[in-house]
């Protein structure tokens, strides 16, 4: 028998099994000895109280013995000889479609603009430090996409696409902690993503798929209205029975690659704004209600939304002992992004604050056609680099200021390596963005008292919170309904909003390119 509960236990015990063991006996009216294992489902903090506590829902097994799934990887066999599908990005969403692909008994060939994962870290290095954008390596671009040097949190409130269970149980066997499966908000961290990411092209190539790196997509290759094949670095050229396009949200050359092919793109909306870096201490005590964060919990995090004029204002990717990240893809664009470590130590948190853009609010950028969102984010990303002194120094203001609409003659300390210059950001971002802001973390402050302090910097610009442009497909057949062999996956496409959300997606459409390529495959 199996009986399923809840249990409250303190920070300090959350981690001990034996402890667990007996307060489940307890609450069951057990002897220990009567219980074969207790199995964790689902492990989250409630602070509501005076002291934060874990709530822990727990499989009790009684009687009989738990048997786990078995492991995938050790099911998939060589698809050296088999059909190839062209997998455009080696982000969540390529190496998740690659991997199912595999599975279905498909050839993945994986072609990337960037670089290796570890490679990939001196262009990093050389943005944070020298202010250097490459184009095509950069924490956006390269192996593992940008969610593997911005946090990698694991987290989706998106289950439209299946149950996340697969995907989080790859990552456990590409080396994630096995806590992933049961956390409430998993999260693997910055420093340990690119070993896993290795782990995963590794697999590829065991089973007979391939990865090529520097390889930036130039053209496709359209035989009567179907894709067959892309050209590469303007010479190689790649063929296959699909194309399976996951660049990325921030891959603007291929959308307009598409449009040079007359192949359908829609316009959609996204949101634009601010990155808000707060202590850690701070948010930890409005949201642990204690002084000092005891040493069992994590750094705190939060949530917040409000309406504001008929536009959600909201926080995004809220970074607890994290760092602020430049993001530009392309020289004379100020974007910052976030990410946090595994141990999330640093004593700085930070969160997107943005302000959701409808179709409507691009009127001034309609003579782009489908592009006025994409134009829109670049127009604001290059006023922010124009103010600066031509580095990577990003626009700020004190929050206090932000509100009030003026200068700080001085800023907080910040986790942003390249540095801070003091900025009229009520003046650098478009009008409607900044009035919904300031009335938003107004509203913020009465909602999360602490919140709104001189003391926090916001930074411009969080413009990449997903693509502005959607490359349509067939709901069912999950291809493009104008060119046979197209599917379109992923962030880029917009049909995600993150690594999970990604990977899944990434995981149907590799099933639906069986579908296409093996007519009897379910």
Do not use: W
Not at 437 to 457: P, W
Not at 510 to 515: F, L, N, R
């Amino acid at each position: 028998m199996i009986q399923e509960i809840e249990l409250k236990i303190s920070p300090a015990e959350a981690h001990n099994e034996q402890l667990i063991r007996s307060r489940a006996a307890g609450k069951l009216k057990l002897q220990d000895d009567q219980i074969q294992e207790v199995r964790i489902l689902r492990r989250s903090i409630d602070a509501r109280g005076s002291q934060p506590i874990f709530l822990l829902k727990v499989a009790v097994y009684i009687g009989e013995n738990y048997h786990g799934e078995p492991a995938i990887l050790p099911q998939l066999k060589s698809v050296a000889d088999r059909p190839a599908v062209i997998i455009v990005g080696a982000g969540p969403a390529g190496y998740f479609a690659a991997l199912e692909l595999i599975e279905q008994g498909l050839k993945p060939i994986v072609l990337d603009r960037g670089k290796d994962v570890r490679t990939r870290r001196r262009d990093l290095r050389a943005i944070q430090q020298f202010g250097q954008v490459n184009p095509h390596s950069n924490y956006c671009f390269g192996e593992g996409g940008a969610g593997t040097y911005s946090d990698g949190k694991l987290y989706t409130r998106s289950h439209k696409r299946g149950t996340i269970d697969k995907a989080m149980q790859l990552l456990v066997e590409h080396g994630a902690s096995a806590e992933i499966l049961i956390d409430a908000h998993p999260h693997i961290g910055s420093n340990k993503l690119p070993n896993l990411v290795a782990n995963i092209r590794a697999t590829i190539l065991h089973y007979g798929g391939e990865v090529h790196f520097d390889h930036y997509v130039t053209d496709f290759i359209l035989h009567h209205q179907r894709m067959i094949g892309v050209v590469v670095n303007d010479t190689l050229e790649y063929r296959g029975e699909a194309v399976i396009l996951a660049t990325g949200h921030s891959a603007r050359d291929i959308y307009y690659l598409l449009q040079r092919h007359n192949i359908a793109l829609e316009a959609k909306p996204f949101a634009l704004g601010v990155r808000i870096e707060h202590s850690q201490q701070l948010i930890d005590r409005i949201q642990y209600n204690v002084a000092k964060r005891d040493e069992h919990l994590p750094a705190a995090s939060y949530k917040l939304v409000t309406q504001v004029a008929g536009r959600g204002v909201f926080s995004f990717c809220m970074c607890p002992g994290g760092l602020v990240v430049p993001a530009a893809t392309a020289a004379g664009e100020i974007v910052v992004n976030g990410m946090s470590m595994s141990r999330r130590d640093s004593p700085y948190a930070n969160s997107g604050t943005v302000v959701a853009v409808e179709l409507e609010d691009l009127a001034p950028f309609s003579a782009h056609g489908v592009f006025a969102g994409l134009e829109f984010q670049r127009a604001v990303e290059q006023a922010m680099f124009r103010f600066g002194d031509g580095s990577q120094k990003a626009p700020t203001q004190r929050l206090t200021d932000f509100v009030k609409g003026k200068i700080s003659s001085s800023l907080p300390g910040s986790s942003y390596i390249p540095g801070l210059i003091s900025a009229p950001l009520h003046e650098l971002l478009p009008p409607a963005i900044y009035d919904r802001l300031k009335l938003g973390v107004s509203d913020f402050g009465r909602k999360m008292k602490g919140y709104y302090t001189e003391e926090a910097n916001v930074i411009g610009t969080e413009s990449r919170t997903s693509s502005p442009i959607r490359i349509p497909r067939n709901a069912q057949t999950l291809m493009h309904e104008g060119v046979e062999g197209l599917f379109p996956s992923g962030e880029g496409a917009g049909y995600a909003g993150g690594i999970i959300s990604a990977a899944m997606d990434g995981q149907n459409v590799a099933k639906a390119v069986t579908a296409y390529i093996i007519p009897h495959a379910g």
